[in-house]
């Protein structure tokens, strides 16, 4: 078995300030060469918190870092060479497209820009890989939209050049935080449906956040479930579909609303999520859970077995949902 | 009931539709070049009708810019309307000898997307749904009981989240203080636009099932305005399909969810993601973003995206004919004697 791309080993992020925020605590995952894993929480949970960490975009003042993220074997927290690592071997595209993007720069010049970066290449030579870039991601009259700037397009367009962007140096991750949360339907499907044909063109290794099930189902190989800055549960996209064993899971699964419920109440899971900076002690689910107990006072540990992974002391047994 | 703020009693008996729109439009005026001079409309509401018929869920669904927030907006009277007019219970509102403006607004609530910016950061809970009463001339101690009654009603204990601040409840906690707020009026209709949009999974099903519960105990009407199509198949009686500020098709949801005329609906309810990765969406309904309301395409608005699309779809606007009982679709495919290609054939 060859190493993972990206391994993450214990990773706990803390926020400084007036009242210690624990946004992300021991969190471990692998992801392969070529293999696409969702996050999936709710707000809160660290799904974004995870991304940015990667990429250390937190203030590094107010922001406590400790485990270990392994990007090819190579330690991404205590390198020195950041600024080669984003962009060049790892980028990211966020939920908004239009505030990625300098307003007072077109496009094509932002997009060269990243290439001229990263690569010793001439002015001409990154243009042209600009144009290369907008039409694979397939932006109608990509020659015009070079000298357009960011405000000009439409919010699918807009996450297209994001994507050309985030994709002109050729990553080997790229991580993608909502990127079609902010979009209409039709169009979100155009750029899952995208992202997914270029991840496979390119055999890139992709993590992908969102809150929306729906849309992780149509991209993601794996699924990690996130819950109060801890993945609760991992495993492959169809098995956490069909039997989720944490009791989160279950109930985010549960409340996804179709049609078969009409006239019937819909499952729910009671209170909300907690105040990361007052995390209760043991299983930070528990106070919401129904199948708590007394050894939930104590965490419990994130317990991994082939492509699966489970922290709970009473998981909801494979095959009882439905 | 206090008999200052008497509710609105039900006049025109269950037959009578709630509130029938007709014609409704908006056009909103884009100023720029030299002195700011009008240049440009955009055609947010363009002759819009439909009706609500008493006790039922109308759900609106579309993309954004297809007009359905505006089209609420108009209806709260939060906007005036270009043109068209809107029958509450058998009377004309805001006509002369009609439903006068104020009494017409409290039968009608509405609850926003944004639970943080629709309230008012400086009053609590309690202040914030006593308020309205109050203005209307309930006593101080009235409106306050009645507050308190309607946040235990919501969920919320009012001894522990009465005197709490905005920023001080979640946001689920603060979109329930927004439907209590609502409600304190002893509304007929409320409007929810986006109400749960912005709300996690598992706390929107809880807000779900609140609002149905609200709606069996009050009698209520919903307008549920939403662009997530599953919530709307839950929620609703009927559908009605915007785009580019026309109604494109309205029909019972069951129908319109099997059997979509438009082939826009057909398109959107494509677009929803499947929960099956065997069964993965491997081509996009459509191509293109939403155009631009400044300039729509003439005749049919949906013509550049449409598959279907032929030279009748430029020269005319289709209009709203109904094809199955209660089941209205605004398309030329759908019309015999639209000259259309694939339209059906006349049996004569």
Not at chain 2, 100 to 120: E, I, P
Request: charged residues 20%.
């Amino acid at each position: 078995m060859t190493a993972p791309l990206l391994s993450v080993r214990g990773l706990g992020v803390q926020f400084v300030g007036e009242r210690t925020v624990a946004a992300l605590s021991d969190v471990s995952f692998d992801v392969e060469a070529g293999e696409v894993l969702g996050l999936l929480g709710e707000s809160g949970s660290g799904k974004s918190v995870t991304l940015r960490t990667l990429l250390r975009l937190h203030s590094p003042r107010r922001t406590r870092i400790s485990g270990q993220i392994l990007l090819d074997g190579q330690d991404v927290l205590g390198e020195r060479e950041l600024q080669h690592c984003r962009g060049g071997a790892v980028s990211m595209i966020f939920q908004e497209p239009g505030m990625a993007f300098d307003p007072v720069y077109t496009i094509g010049d932002q997009i060269a820009q990243a290439v001229r970066a990263h690569e010793d290449v001439s002015r001409e030579t990154a243009r042209a890989r600009a144009l290369q870039m907008l039409d694979r991601v397939q932006i109608p009259q990509a020659k015009r939209r070079l000298d357009a700037y960011s405000h000009e397009l439409s919010g699918g367009m807009r996450q297209r050049a994001m994507i050309a962007l985030a994709l002109a140096c050729k990553p080997r991750l790229l991580l993608a935080d909502e990127p079609t949360t902010a979009l209409d339907a039709t169009v979100q499907i155009q750029i899952l449906l995208l992202l997914r044909e270029l991840q496979r063109e390119t055999g890139m290794s992709v993590i992908f956040v969102t809150h929306d099930i729906g849309a992780a189902v149509e991209v993601a190989d794996r699924i990690a479930v996130m819950y109060a800055g801890r993945i609760v549960e991992e495993n492959r996209v169809g098995e956490i579909v069909a039997s989720p064993r944490h009791p989160y899971s279950a109930g985010l699964v549960a409340s996804t609303v179709s049609a078969a419920q009409r006239g019937q109440v819909l499952p729910t899971i009671g209170g909300s999520p907690p105040d990361l900076s007052a995390l209760p002690a043991g299983c930070a689910f528990a106070p919401r859970c129904v199948r708590a107990g007394a050894q939930c006072g104590q965490q419990p540990p994130l317990v991994r077995a082939g492509t699966k992974a489970l922290a709970c002391w009473h998981p909801v047994s494979p095959g009882s949902m439905r | 009931m206090s008999a200052v703020l008497p509710t609105q009693a039900d006049r025109g008996g269950p037959a009578q539709p709630l509130l029938r729109v007709t014609d409704l439009s908006k056009h909103f005026a884009v100023r720029n070049g030299l002195f700011g001079r009008v240049q440009q409309r955009v055609h947010a509401v363009d002759g819009v009708s439909f009706s609500v018929a008493k006790g039922e869920t109308l759900g609106v669904v579309g993309e954004s810019g297809c007009g359905k927030s505006t089209t609420a907006r108009l209806i709260a009277r939060l906007l005036k309307a270009d043109a068209g007019e809107m029958v509450f219970d058998g009377d004309a509102v805001g006509a002369y000898g009609g439903l006068a403006l104020k009494d017409y607004r409290r039968s009608l609530q509405m609850v926003f997307q944004d639970s943080f910016a629709s309230l008012n950061p400086r009053l609590t809970a309690i202040d914030t749904i006593a308020y309205g009463p109050q203005v209307h001339g309930l006593s101080k101690a009235a409106a306050r009981q009645r507050a308190a009654a309607l946040l235990a009603r919501v969920g919320l204990a009012p001894e522990q989240f009465g005197s709490r601040y905005p920023h001080e409840l979640s946001g689920g906690q603060r979109q329930r203080v927004n439907i209590a707020r609502a409600l304190a009026f002893e509304p007929r209709l409320l409007i929810l636009d986006e109400a749960v949009a912005a709300l996690d999974k598992s706390v929107q099903a809880q807000v779900l099932n609140l609002l149905q519960e609200l709606k069996a105990e009050r009698e209520l009407t919903y307008l549920f305005i939403s662009h997530d199509l599953q919530v709307v198949h839950y929620l609703a009686d009927r559908v009605m399909v915007m785009y580019l500020g026309r109604v494109v098709e309205i029909g019972p949801v069951a129908e319109l969810y099997a059997q979509p005329r438009h082939p826009y609906t057909r398109a959107l309810l494509a677009a929803v993601p499947s929960m099956d990765p065997a069964r993965r969406t491997d081509q996009s309904p459509l191509s293109g973003d939403p155009p631009n309301p400044i300039n729509p395409p003439s005749g049919c608005r949906f013509r550049d995206r449409c598959p279907h699309a032929q030279a009748v779809c430029a020269e005319q606007v289709p209009v709203l004919r109904e094809t199955v009982a209660g089941h209205w679709a605004a398309c030329h495919l759908d019309d015999p004697r639209s000259g259309h290609a694939e339209a059906p054939v006349l049996l004569s």
